[in-house]
């Protein structure tokens, strides 16, 4: 049976809209199965919906001589400036970023037959990578991000429908006292640990979770790496795991470049494929008074604990590990993410060290900060007076794996 995925209502409402619908994510974060499911769901429907691949290289080699042989393998719609008539047509494309002029090849099709086709289709890193993508198919597309499992996915993919339940509960009510709360925080453990990519939650054995994990290394990031035409492998993936080493700690590119032996472009490069690819996320500074406040190095998290683990072969218990305030931090990052858009969220740092994790922008000059630690026995409110004397309108609050009551559990956000 396929797991529902949290994006796949809103996927299958889009479906009425004329803009091409694009699923995009990291490799094996589950864009193929949610497409089968929807066109399973639409063929009983009664749609006129077809299911393209391109990964088949026969086809694939066809469109690319000619976009119009894309009807040899579904019913070709007609043309509403030719016949007048309105008849649609849904086809959905596997893999599109194998096509050669992706941009081209989806911009025709919409321009061509425009009410009368519908295209939903899948792509990954180097669909994305391309920038001629963003800017002809301006107003002709809507884009989907499918992200590995959140926590709350994570407990649907394990069967524990009762708990997610339990969480929401949790979540929406401040006063809310669970008496499942253990068991929550056992499988978050082992989200923290081994994350949310759906093939590595499905499986039950702890050294075939490692495996898969492994796997995502070696064999889905290495075709990012053919796909992105990164020349110097061993280096892109030495700057992997110095990234996975300093999660939400700031990116020095030129410290970066010294240690790796790359020029500073090339560091740049790496960077922005590897967040292109989904794989890792780039932070930008908070600040309002740009001479005393601004850094201009980003702070670093993974999209996915588990492969951040996998690439410093950790995965012992999280109350043993030393990097267990890291993982909860970057754990803070993947929820945020959930409940606001990437460009609300920055951190605060002065060059005296003053620093806050989260600063999230809600409305103008006001919003929500939130400091990260493991035990809030740590968290002293009086090291954060600068902060909130110059910003009262964002109210500073901890957020604590192990809370004595002073701060928001790490399951409440």
């Known amino acids: 049976m396929i797991k529902d995925r949290d994006l796949y209502p809103k996927v ?35 749609a ?6 391109f990964e088949n290289v026969k086809i694939l080699h066809e469109i690319n001589l000619d976009i119009e042989n894309l009807f040899r393998y579904a019913k070709r ?24 002029d992706r941009s081209n090849f989806l911009k025709y099709l919409f321009d061509t037959y425009q009410e009368n086709l519908k295209i939903i289709a899948t792509g990954s890193s180097a669909f994305y990578l391309d920038r001629k993508f963003r800017d002809s198919l301006a107003g002709r597309k809507r884009i989907f991000h499918l992200k590995p499992l959140s ?23 401040e006063q809310y006292i669970s008496s499942f709360y253990n068991e929550l925080l056992h499988y978050f453990n082992e989200y923290l640990i081994y994350g949310g990519y759906p093939k590595v939650v499905l499986e039950n054995d702890v050294q075939e979770k ?32 110095l990234l996975a ?52 190095m980003p702070k670093v998290y993974f999209q996915d604990t588990g492969l951040r683990n996998r690439l410093l072969n950790r995965f012992y218990q999280i109350t043993d590990r030393e990097d267990k305030g890291q993982l909860l931090e970057n754990y803070a990052w993947i929820r945020l993410n959930e409940l606001y858009p990437k460009d609300q969220i920055r951190f605060w740092r002065t060059p005296s060290q003053n620093e806050v994790d989260f600063v999230v922008t809600e409305t103008f000059d006001a919003g929500q900060a939130y400091e990260v ?16 004397s110059n910003y009262p309108g964002y109210p500073l609050q901890c957020i604590s794996y192990d809370t004595a009551g002073r701060s928001i559990p790490i399951l409440k956000i």
């Open 151 to 173: 926590f709350a996915e994570f407990l649907s993919f394990r069967e524990a429908i009762e708990l997610r339940q339990e969480l929401r509960r949790i979540r929406e009510n």
């Open 210 to 241: 490692e495996n898969h994990l492994q796997e995502l290394i070696s064999s889905f990031l290495k075709k990012d790496i053919y796909e992105s035409k990164i020349e110097q492998e061993h280096k892109f993936y030495n700057l992997c795991s």
């Open 12 to 46: 299958r409402q889009h479906v009425e809209k004329k803009e091409y619908s694009i699923i995009t994510g990291a490799r094996q974060v589950g864009k193929t199965t949610l497409v089968q499911k929807l066109f399973s769901e639409l063929k009983q429907s009664g």
């Open 48 to 53: 006129d919906v077809f299911y393209v691949s």
């Open 245 to 296: 080493a300093q999660i939400g700690q700031m990116v020095n590119k030129n410290e970066l470049s010294h240690t790796l032996g790359l020029n500073q472009r090339t560091v740049e490069k790496y960077l922005y494929i590897l967040q292109k690819c989904f794989y890792v996320d780039l932070v930008p500074p908070f600040y309002r008074n740009v001479r005393k406040e601004i850094t201009k």
């Open 77 to 100: 719609p007609e043309n509403p400036l030719l016949t007048g008539k309105r008849r649609r047509v849904i086809v959905i494309i596997d893999e599109i970023q194998y096509v050669n």
């Open 373 to 388: 630690k493991f035990s809030d026995n740590r968290f002293r409110p009086k090291s954060y007076k600068k902060f909130q």
